[in-house]
């Protein structure tokens, strides 16, 4: 995971992870509506696993 996608997981994490598939997508976004740290993690522990 490079520094661009890093700070993309901090900043808007649904758009962090649409390379990933829809479940992620869908998963990060509803953490995101319910808080926005939940969803950075979210984002950042999807963008991490290869």
């Known amino acids: 995971m490079g520094l661009i996608?890093?700070?993309l997981c901090i900043l808007?994490?649904?758009?962090?992870?649409?390379?990933?598939?829809?479940?992620?997508v869908l998963i990060t976004f509803?953490?995101?509506c319910c808080g926005w740290v939940?969803?950075?993690i979210a984002a950042l522990i999807i963008?991490?696993?290869q």
Request: glycine share 12%; hydrophobic share 35%.
């Open 30 to 32: 509803l953490l995101t």
């Open 47 to 49: 963008n991490s696993k």
């Open 12 to 24: 808007f994490p649904p758009l962090s992870v649409i390379d990933k598939g829809c479940g992620s």
């Open 5 to 7: 996608r890093a700070i």
């Open 38 to 40: 939940p969803g950075a």
